[in-house]
């Protein structure tokens, strides 16, 4: 997860102050460097359902488990 460390890391802490928009912005482009990693879908996912965007965070839990099915952080 090298190329995308940096912006990750930042919106983990953006999730941790409650700055759910800005999170998700930060993991859509992680997403862009790496769209085949799991915990990223997750951590969209995770942002999408903290600002209700239900379907949309269904959508990325899935996408999770379609890519590592044994993924056990998809909720």
Not at 40 to 63: D, H, M, P, V
Request: net charge negative; glycine share 6%.
């Amino acid at each position: 997860m090298d190329s995308s460390t940096h912006i990750v890391s930042k919106g983990k802490t953006l999730m941790d102050n409650f700055d759910f928009e800005g999170a998700l912005s930060c993991f859509e482009q992680a997403l862009l460097l790496e769209p085949t990693n799991p915990e990223l879908w997750n951590l969209k996912g995770t942002a999408l359902r903290s600002i209700g965007r239900y379907q949309e965070a269904l959508e990325c839990f899935n996408k999770s488990l379609e890519i590592d099915p044994r993924d056990k952080f998809a909720s």
